[in-house]
């Protein structure tokens, strides 16, 4: 059983920055990455990264986030740069398996057939 703790949320201004970690209890060669639900939205994926460092991104935060990973410490991360009010959403660090390419849209459908965290809320206030 694969365990995902996710840090780094918070309270911030438009225009600030921050930056989510999510650190797996195991190595994983599952499609990693971050989605995001904000009360009466539809769940959205942010970003993925596979195996290999390929990534991908949503177009809302194409540009602003950048998500990485570090294999040896078994950790993900999630560079929230020029953040907007719309980024307001509690953030979820997901582990899947996926058939045809690791992908942002994914990571959001396939996240409760997965591993997910209990997530970390991001407030960005104009």
């Known amino acids: 059983q694969v365990q995902l703790v996710e840090s780094g949320g918070g309270s911030v201004q438009a225009g600030e920055s921050l930056r989510l970690t999510c650190v797996k209890s195991q190595p994983t060669l599952h499609c990693m990455g971050w989605f995001r639900q904000a009360p009466g939205k539809e769940r959205e994926g942010v970003a993925s990264?596979?195996?290999?460092?390929?990534?991908d991104y949503a177009d809302s935060v194409k540009g602003r986030f950048t998500i990485s990973r570090d294999n040896a410490k078994n950790t993900l991360f999630l560079q929230m740069d020029s953040l907007k009010p719309e980024d307001t959403a509690m953030y979820y660090c997901a582990a899947v398996s996926v058939a045809y390419g690791c992908r942002a849209p994914e990571v959001a459908r396939q996240a409760d057939f997965g591993y997910r965290g209990q997530g970390t809320q991001v407030t960005v206030s104009s």
């Open positions: 990264i596979d195996t290999t460092g390929n990534t």
